[in-house]
């Protein structure tokens, strides 16, 4: 029993956590075609939420890069998919966002502030203005297709970078890695005067977060068959993870995946009643929860409890 608190922290939440990807698995099984979609949107904004959390929540550094690796994962089916099966597309589109990170983040992680989230915003839509001059110039046509898979198999796969998202998460977590990243958050000057290579992790983690972009990106596009780069880097793929991370709670580690999970469903349903008024209501949303609930939903849960 000890054993399992150490690595789980309490085996209550970690049977519940088992439970729920029980639950998940079996899902396909017993619902709509229609739910399975929309669970399988869902899941796409909690691996990013997630993803983006893993280097944001710690180091407290706002990205906006989230469109460009999702984007160029997202890309990966359509130059690739032709000729290699849909497990190591998906693998390549996460690998091709984890080397666009690196050299990303070697160049802009020693900027700070707003000069950062204006540079890694600026990389996203550099990604996306480039990809619509070469196709539109050097292509002739703007998009392609993509070889379509079907919707049930895109659900276990996107459930699949969900679990191994959520475990890096809690493992970095619960590690020296992630005490390191934490004091960074903290006070960065003060780690790096103790020793700590700053850079090197901000720069290893941010790659490792936009792996699982990558990965989310190459298996949502086998569900689009036709993208484009409107599509694929859409600036608000860059925004919604911020906004459902700090809706959930940033400190805490399931926060993003409430935040995200709520604002997914909600955003489907104001698309569906108010398609041209729906960012107006996140907005509103997201100056509520920084006023009134700094800690997210999450936090609010653990102060009434």
């Known amino acids: 029993m000890n054993r399992v608190k150490a690595l789980y922290g309490r085996p209550f939440s970690f049977s519940v956590v088992c439970l729920m990807f029980l639950v998940l698995a079996t899902l396909p099984l017993c619902v709509s075609p229609y739910l399975v979609i929309l669970l399988t949107t869902v899941l796409m904004y909690i691996a990013l939420t997630l993803s983006w959390a893993i280097f944001s929540g710690p180091t407290r550094y706002i990205s906006l890069a989230s469109a460009a690796f999702f984007g160029v994962g997202v890309y990966s089916p359509a130059v690739m998919g032709q000729v290699l099966p ?112 700053v850079t090197w992790l901000k720069t290893i983690t941010f790659a490792v977060s936009a792996f699982f972009m990558g990965a989310a990106g190459a298996t949502m596009a086998t569900r689009w068959t036709y993208i484009d780069p409107s599509i694929a880097f859409n600036p608000l793929f860059s925004f919604m993870p911020v906004l459902m991370a700090i809706f959930g709670g940033i400190g805490h580690l399931y926060g993003p995946i409430l935040g995200a999970t709520i604002f997914a469903l909600i955003e489907e349903e104001l698309i569906t009643r108010f398609p041209y008024y729906y960012m107006l209501f996140f907005g509103i949303i997201l100056i509520v929860v920084i006023l009134f609930l700094p800690g997210g939903l999450i936090g609010l849960i653990k102060r009434r409890r």
């Open 86 to 197: 849909l497990p190591v597309v998906i693998v390549f589109g996460g690998m091709v966002s984890l080397i666009l990170a690196l050299l990303v983040g070697f160049l802009t992680l020693r900027l700070r502030g707003m000069y950062f989230i204006i540079f890694t915003f600026g990389v996203s839509e550099l990604m996306r203005h480039f990809l619509l001059w070469w196709e539109t110039n050097m292509k002739g046509t703007v998009g392609r297709f993509v070889v379509s898979v079907d919707y049930p198999m895109v659900y276990y796969v996107m459930l699949v970078i969900f679990a191994v998202a959520l475990l890096t998460a809690f493992l970095i977590r619960r590690s020296r890695f992630g005490l390191a990243l934490r004091s960074i958050g903290e006070y960065e000057e003060a780690a790096l005067h103790i020793g700590i290579p």
